[in-house]
């Protein structure tokens, strides 16, 4: 079952927004596989956003991430990737969606509340990178009222 990376950013964990975001995951059908409330260094930020290091937003980009705790997750369930970046809304929230989270609860761009990952081969490194403990083992009980199977 495909797996994404999802973190509240740091704005998002001071806005109070942490249960209503795992809400919206929740009741869509997606299971939780992994959750830390984590603040992270920069260092860590640079390798987390390391493809973006050539943009001129770098440096406040990775600012933002070290300037407060982070709920950094991980979901499963069928197409999660790309239906955990429609739940999110576009990167900028003036472009994002209302009904989304960035549409419903973010103005700007460099303050838009969650990171979501890509792709399937970039959720894979983000989940490695994140928890390199390795993630739960488990199987929602609900699981065959949510998928036909
Ligand atoms: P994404 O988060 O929707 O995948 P990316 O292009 O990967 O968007 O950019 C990562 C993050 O960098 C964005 O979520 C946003 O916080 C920040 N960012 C992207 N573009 C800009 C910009 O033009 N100005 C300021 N911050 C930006
Ligand atoms: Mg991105």
């Known amino acids: 079952?495909?797996?994404?990376?999802?973190?509240?950013?740091?704005?998002?964990?001071q806005r109070g927004l942490v249960g209503e975001i795992i809400g919206r995951f929740e009741k869509k059908g997606f299971t939780l596989k992994g959750l830390k409330f984590i603040t992270v260094d920069r260092a860590f930020a640079e390798r987390h956003y390391a493809d973006l290091s050539a943009k001129p937003f770098f440096n406040g980009l990775v600012e933002y991430i070290v300037s407060g705790p982070v709920v950094a997750m991980v979901w499963e369930?069928?197409?999660?990737?790309?239906?955990g970046r429609k739940i999110i809304g576009a990167?900028?929230?003036a472009e994002s969606a209302p009904g989304t989270i960035r549409g419903d609860y973010a103005i700007d761009i460099g303050r838009n509340v969650i990171h979501g990952s890509d792709a399937v081969?970039?959720?894979r490194k983000e989940i490695a990178l994140?928890?390199?403990e390795g993630i739960a083992e488990w199987r929602s009980s609900l699981r065959s009222w949510?998928?036909?199977e």
Do not use: C, H, L, R
Not at 1 to 13: A, C, H, L, W
Not at 77 to 83: A, D, F, L, P
């Open 1 to 13: 079952m495909e797996q994404t990376f999802i973190m509240i950013k740091p704005d998002g964990v």
């Open 77 to 83: 369930g069928k197409n999660v990737v790309s239906t």
């Open 91 to 93: 990167t900028n929230p």
């Open 121 to 123: 081969e970039s959720a």
């Open 130 to 132: 994140w928890f390199p």
């Open 146 to 148: 949510v998928y036909e």
